[in-house]
């Protein structure tokens, strides 16, 4: 079963975010973790916040609010 840990492992060495890793991630979350898995969650949220790790969602996001206006 793939970890937390992996899923941000593969975000922070694309730089992406996708929003099929974000639905796993929110699944995994709901379930019982270690803490290297939510030490790997917290490194993840830093580098969104950033702007080292671009999320998907986000940019989904932002292109249909300008779409609008």
Do not use: P
């Amino acid at each position: 079963m793939i970890s937390i840990r992996n899923v941000v492992q593969q975000a922070l060495s694309t730089g992406y975010l996708t929003l099929e890793a974000e639905a796993q991630l929110r699944q995994m979350l709901t379930k019982q973790y270690d803490l290297e898995d939510f030490k790997a969650f917290m490194r993840l949220q830093q580098a969104a916040m950033t702007g080292i790790v671009k999320q998907e969602s986000r940019e989904l996001f932002k292109a249909q609010v300008c779409s609008v206006h």
